[in-house]
């Protein structure tokens, strides 16, 4: 499966989970820290709607997590 870091483009590439437990980490290193100033989601084609109720979240830290986006209404077109 391709990765989010292995150059592959991101509409190419995603988890595939079946449960809530799937998640992808990017950490930017000490030092690199980002300010967000838009994030996006691309469903995958046939399974739009498995994206209701995922999570977009950050940390500073990498142990406690804030929630930045709920996805919800998403449905296959």
Known sequence: MPSVTDGTPLTAT???TKTGDGWVRV???AGNEQAIG???FYPRA???ARMNGALIQGSNDGTSFVTLYSISGVSDI
């Open 14 to 16: 995603s988890p595939d």
């Open 46 to 48: 046939g399974s739009a």
């Open 38 to 40: 838009k994030l996006r």
């Open 27 to 29: 950490d930017l290193g």
